[in-house]
């Protein structure tokens, strides 16, 4: 899942109004190319983002109902952040842009169209399964991206199992001002 939110804003940030990218039963690294060949580079302007990510749901059956709580309570708020994106990062992505040598990952589909984008995947790694979902909207100053990953855990391995929910909602707000978090809008090279 972290690997699916560090691709979420670079997954909104290709798929600008022009070219359309379609893909079913694809590899990450056919989507990639794909993105590649379709002219549907990185738009995203330069400058500082601010935004917010708020789990909207997160089920992991078996937790005990006062963890499940206080895990609902600390996640409802959201976690606001605040990057710089330089001009080199918005004219360059990072060579992992769509993780194209990820090869845990496939798209059952993918589709960039019109500022929009949805899609659906599957990572095997570690013995898991993850199903994850990505939908959204987008332009070259903000987006707004919903993503679900689904797991049905490991065999013997209590509360492996979740569903969860990320809202992701970003802006950019001017020049950057050397407040931002550490962590860059994009995945480093």
């Given at each position: 899942m972290k690997k699916l939110l560090l691709l979420a804003p670079l997954s909104l940030a290709?798929?600008?109004s022009g070219p359309t990218v379609e893909a079913t039963n694809a590899s990450v690294k056919e989507v990639a190319e794909k993105v590649v060949a379709s002219g549907a580079?990185?738009?995203?302007?330069p400058g500082r983002w601010e935004g917010t990510a708020t789990i909207t749901n997160?089920?992991?059956?078996?937790?005990?109902?006062?963890?499940?709580?206080?895990m609902k309570s600390a996640t409802a708020s959201g976690h606001?952040?605040?990057?710089?994106?330089?001009p080199e990062q918005a004219k360059k992505p990072a060579a992992d842009f769509f993780s194209g040598d990820n090869k845990d990952c496939r798209y059952d589909h993918f589709n960039m169209s019109g500022g929009r984008i949805d899609a659906k995947m599957q990572c095997k790694?570690?013995?898991?399964?993850?199903?994850?979902?990505?939908?959204?909207?987008?332009?070259?100053d903000n987006y707004q991206?919903?993503?679900?990953?689904?797991?049905?855990?490991?065999?013997?391995?209590?509360?492996?199992a979740h569903t969860m929910t990320l809202k992701m909602d970003a802006r950019r707000t001017g020049?950057?001002?050397?407040?931002?978090?550490?962590?860059?809008?994009?995945p480093k090279q």
């Open positions: 290709a798929c600008n580079a990185p738009t995203l302007s997160m089920e992991i059956p078996g937790l005990p109902p006062e963890a499940a709580a206080k606001s952040f605040a990057n710089c994106l330089t790694s570690a013995g898991m399964t993850v199903d994850a979902t990505m939908s959204g909207k987008f332009a070259s991206m919903t993503m679900t990953s689904k797991t049905a855990g490991m065999p013997g391995q209590p509360m492996t020049e950057c001002n050397g407040t931002e978090d550490k962590a860059p809008v994009q």
